[in-house]
């Protein structure tokens, strides 16, 4: 009966097939993090970037790695170091003698699938030649404007700032990132399943044999899509208050921009096609603002001597708010 | 006495001589007493108070006067046991006053209903207003409600306010704890009775694709789900 009333309005087959594949294959490697996992398979279909933060060793970078290789892209690889240039990551001019004219040579941010791995080892002027193509899609150099190919996703991985040689990103960076996804220590069990597989090789042999998933096309219908769910104007208010409270809340030096706003919809979206459904619910919502937040608040210096998490106040702001139904 | 130089262009000079006092007697001279009197009752030399003292500056020259008299100790003269135990008295005699200040605004804090404890207490996080919308699950009369909205055709109405009024019989009857930020899944969670859990889940689903999906239902679509609920709230009581 009640598939007679629901009919799909949304064809969201190949999306759902496509999100348990990417969960099968990596879950294969990656011991744990399902959350991580769902976040960044969320970010993808949510147009958004994504920074995973985590201490050295709790693979990272290997997940950042497998969610490119499952992705048939232009895939490349940034290094940041303390003494990287705006021009290593964008391109430059260089002369050409038998042209006699100057040509740009393309920086490796150029491509569809940009993994850099310890984003904040470099200072704030290599990190602020990112802002232009993060937001925009695009990189203006000698008043020449270049269009980034779609899907273009910033995958970064970093050290959380207390760790020797981090920069704190920008705050104009930071909200440029849809997610911050945290990478924890696994537990004793999925310790154990992790020295299991590097014992028989498994990780390395399986990542050699990973293959693309998704092709570029994919992935932009698959967006198409997710843009396209409806959202009830009562769960967009629910949104709105959450937001609006960090801009007023005594414990927040920072708040969220309207760009929050947008990310929490757009990545509550994302979760509501990954579960099957063509509408976002106020559950959707509720998953998704700790990783929405976490990096684009700023605790108060009292709080942050206290020890409070921006998790924690993120957390409260969301039990005081109504659930709309 | 004074003699002149020789010389014609030099400065004269004088010379003086002082005679040494050989009276032996001292004049000792004493103020008139009454020209003391006079001095005193004249209003000109009285500056104690300024002249033309607001109320307000009279106010609080009167509260600094009180707390400078509050902490000045007296001295006994060549005792030095009774200064120590008079300025004993004095602290104590302090520690009485402010303890009898803060008991007396503990209790009309308290007779006023403020939570005196919260006051002090370091709250990890910050205090966020409680939001909450002006419709309350206890106070709806459901049976008109739902009765009017499917009278209206409003079935997308109706079906809110079936599940709402499942809520509230599921939260009066303990299976659930009513909270405004929990979710349907929450809910959903915290039910013991598998079947019970199983048939609440089928409703939920039911009234988010009409809620917040916005799928259109006719009246036999809404009969059908009308009767689910009912059938649910039997079961459940």
């Known amino acids: ?39 960044l398979i969320a970010g993808i279909l949510a147009d958004g970037h994504v920074l995973i933060e985590g201490v050295p060793g709790v693979a990272k970078t290997l997940m ?41 040579k393309q920086g490796p941010v150029f491509g569809n699938i940009i993994l850099i791995d310890e984003i904040n080892r470099a200072p704030a002027k290599t990190q602020s030649a ?31 700032v207390e760790q020797e040689g981090t920069y704190r990103l920008p705050e104009a960076q930071l909200d440029r990132f849809l997610f911050k996804v945290e990478i924890r220590y696994p537990s004793l069990e999925e310790e154990i399943n992790i020295l299991a597989q590097q ?53 927040l030096f920072l708040g969220g921009s309207p760009r929050a706003s947008l990310a929490v919809v757009n990545a509550a979206k994302a979760f509501a096609a990954m579960r099957g459904r063509d509408f976002v619910t106020p559950d959707d919502v509720a998953w998704v603002p700790p990783s929405v937040l976490r990096h684009r608040i700023m605790l108060t210096p009292d ?23 | 006495m004074a003699s002149a130089s020789a010389s014609t262009d030099a400065v004269p000079k004088k010379t003086v001589i002082l005679r040494a006092d050989t009276s032996g007697t001292v004049n000792v001279r004493h103020f008139d007493a009454n020209a003391l009197k006079n001095y005193t009752r004249d209003k000109d030399f009285r500056y104690e108070q300024a002249k033309d003292l607001s109320w307000w500056e009279t106010f609080w020259q009167w509260i600094w006067d009180w707390l400078a008299g509050l902490f000045k100790f007296k001295k006994v003269p060549g005792n030095w046991i009774l200064t120590i135990l008079s300025i004993l008295w004095r602290i104590i005699e302090l520690i009485v006053l402010v ?16 939570d005196v404890r919260s006051i002090f207490r370091r709250d990890s996080a910050a205090i966020v207003p409680y939001s909450e919308s002006d419709e309350n699950i206890n106070t709806i009369n459901f ?60 409703l939920t689903r039911r009234f988010e694709y009409i809620w917040y999906g916005e799928f259109a239902i006719d009246a036999r679509s809404y009969n059908d789900i009308s009767l689910a609920f009912n059938q649910f709230n039997q079961q459940g009581s």
């Open chain 2, 99 to 114: 303890g009898g200040v803060a008991a007396l605004i503990y209790f009309l804090l308290k007779a006023g209903g403020v």
């Open chain 1, 199 to 251: 014992h028989q090789q498994v990780t390395s042999e399986q990542l050699a044999h990973i293959e693309p998933i998704l092709s570029r096309g994919d992935i932009i219908s698959l967006r198409k899509i997710v843009k396209g769910l409806r959202v009830e104007a009562k769960v967009l208010e629910f949104v709105a208050k959450i937001i609006l409270e960090t801009r007023s809340n005594k414990s």
């Open chain 1, 303 to 325: 709080k942050e001597m206290e020890g409070v998490s921006p998790d924690e106040i993120v957390k409260q702001i969301i039990q005081k708010i109504e659930i709309p139904r």
């Open chain 2, 143 to 202: 049976d008109a409600e739902i009765e009017k909205a499917a009278a209206a055709h409003n079935y997308r109405l109706a079906v809110r306010l079936l599940y709402l009024r499942c809520l509230k019989q599921l939260s009066d009857a303990g299976a659930i704890e009513w909270k405004i930020d929990k979710t349907n899944y929450a809910y959903i969670s915290e039910l013991k009775n598998d079947t019970q859990r199983s048939a609440f889940s089928s």
């Open chain 1, 1 to 39: 009966m009640e598939d007679e009333i629901f009919e799909q309005r949304t064809d969201l087959t190949q999306l759902s097939a496509a999100v348990e594949q990417i969960k099968a294959t990596l879950g294969k490697i990656i011991v744990g993090q399902q959350d991580a996992i769902d976040l």
């Open chain 1, 64 to 104: 950042a790695k497998l969610m490119a290789k499952a992705i048939d892209a232009k895939y490349s690889r940034i290094q940041f170091t303390p003494d990287l240039m705006p021009s290593d990551v964008l391109g430059t001019s260089v002369f050409n003698p038998k042209t006699t004219d100057f040509e740009f």
């Open chain 1, 130 to 160: 990112l802002f232009e193509v993060m937001e925009e899609r695009q990189i203006t150099i000698d008043g020449m404007r270049y269009q980034m190919d779609e899907p273009f996703i910033v995958l970064a991985t970093q050290n959380p």
